[in-house]
């Protein structure tokens, strides 16, 4: 499990609908990579949003704080 806390909120898309990250707040995520692009994306999880990024983010808006390995 890894957490990253929101450096950048600014931003928001107008036609963006759903959940929003909030500046300083540290978030469980997943880092993964955008099938069609290839780009990076930071994936909040518990976060709901719609198409066409759900709730994926770029990774400039989010600094890691730290990795768990859960068993």
């Given at each position: 499990m890894d957490y990253a806390r929101c450096t950048d909120a600014s931003?928001?898309?107008?036609?963006?609908?759903?959940d929003w990250p909030?500046?300083?707040?540290?978030?469980p995520v997943r880092l993964v990579q955008d099938a069609k692009t290839g780009a990076q994306m930071i994936y909040i999880l518990g976060f709901s949003a719609s198409a066409p990024h759900f709730n994926g983010f770029a990774p400039h808006r989010f600094r890691m704080v730290c990795s768990m390995w859960l068993n």
């Open positions: 931003g928001r898309p107008p036609q963006h609908e759903g909030t500046e300083g707040s540290v978030y």
